[in-house]
């Protein structure tokens, strides 16, 4: 199976974290791909509609390939931090501009990793899962798994032993 993941954190903490231990799950078997959108130059959607006419985004900079890699996956897997009660920007941008092929991502496994600074009942995480359940719903997306871990400090997920445990079962799957 070919994985995507999507990091949505441009910083090597806690969600990096995350998704090492679920890649180290996973690695047996499938082919798996990252995308970290901060290293790339993606404009934010303009809502031009172009897409909804010609094949693509009008957009000459890494949206497309970004979008055919996220296309071509068997699996989609989004990893992000918890940015003001929502996922951040790098992500939501990498997502908005899937619009363009929206109709190829149908049908879909995917899996979600969310890591926040505040513990897990906080009604953050809630909020991203719904979010994610509409696209799954809208998508007729497999949501294999929805994951949500509390770590701050840069290196606080490495600490958790249990979460970490958890990752690598899932990838493993
Ligand atoms: C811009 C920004 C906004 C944040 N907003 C929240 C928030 O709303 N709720 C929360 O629990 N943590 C928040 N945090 C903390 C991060 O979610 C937390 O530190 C997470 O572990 C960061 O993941 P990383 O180490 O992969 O960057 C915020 C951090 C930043 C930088």
Redesign the pocket.
């Known amino acids: 199976m070919k994985i995507v993941i999507i990091n949505g954190?441009?910083?090597?903490?806690?969600?990096?974290?995350?998704i090492d231990a679920f890649q180290k799950g996973a690695a047996a078997g499938n082919d798996i791909e990252i995308i970290q959108p901060d290293q790339l130059h993606i404009a934010p959607c303009k809502g031009c509609g172009a897409c909804q006419c010609y094949k693509g985004c009008v957009d000459k900079d890494d949206t497309n390939a970004t979008i055919d890699q996220i296309v071509s996956a068997d699996m989609i897997v989004f990893a992000t931090?918890?940015?003001?009660?929502?996922m951040?920007a790098q992500l939501k941008q990498v997502i908005d501009k899937c619009y363009c092929r929206g109709m190829q991502l149908k049908g879909k496994k995917t899996g979600l990793i969310v890591?926040?600074?505040?513990p897990v009942d906080?009604i953050?995480y809630e909020l991203i899962r719904k979010q994610f359940d509409c696209m799954a719903d809208y998508l007729s997306w497999d949501m294999l798994f929805q994951k949500s871990y509390?770590?701050?400090?840069?290196d606080?997920?490495q600490k958790n032993m249990e979460a970490l445990e958890e990752l690598e079962n899932i990838g493993s799957c």
Not at 81 to 86: A, I, L
Not at 150 to 154: D, E, K, L, Q
């Open positions: 954190s441009a910083r090597k903490g806690n969600v990096l974290t995350a931090p918890v940015y003001w009660w929502g951040s890591v926040g600074g505040s906080n953050q509390y770590a701050t400090a840069r606080d997920l």
